[in-house]
Nanobody, 115 residues
Framework: QVQLAESGGGLVQVGGSLRLSCLVS????????WAWYRQAPGNQRDMVAT???????NYVDSVKGRFTISRDSAKSTVYLQLNELKPEDTAVYYC?????????WGQGTQVTVSS
């Protein structure tokens, strides 16, 4: 059973930075496209960034230029660098596959941006 373990969240002030990590216990990590999602209280879980097997990336408009997704196949880890954080970035952040099929969600990591 594949497990997803997110970490790196915390409480930061507006304009601050965080680096999130997602350790994936899967032998097929390197042949999958991965994404970071986030869910704010009362909202649905939305995708914010994706990375393909070749390293191509995509971002939702609200995080373009501020967030950077990356991957390290040797470590089976997906990263999300969060810069210039805003209060509206406050959410629980998760990683998972791109597409309709998803592994069981991990516990996520809480990011709170205070003003």
């Amino acid at each position: 059973q594949v497990q997803l373990a997110e970490s790196g969240g915390g409480l930061v002030q507006v304009g601050g930075s965080l680096r999130l990590s997602c350790l994936v216990s899967s032998r097929t990590f390197s042949v999958r496209s991965w994404a970071w999602y986030r869910q704010a209280p009362g909202n649905q879980r939305d995708m914010v960034a994706t990375i393909s097997t070749t390293g191509s990336t995509n971002y939702v408009d609200s995080v373009k230029g501020r967030f950077t997704i990356s991957r390290d196949s040797a470590k089976s880890t997906v990263y999300l660098q969060l810069n210039e954080l805003k209060p509206e970035d406050t959410a629980v952040y998760y990683c998972n596959l791109v597409g309709e099929f998803k592994y069981s969600w991990g516990q996520g990591t809480q990011v709170t941006v205070s003003s």
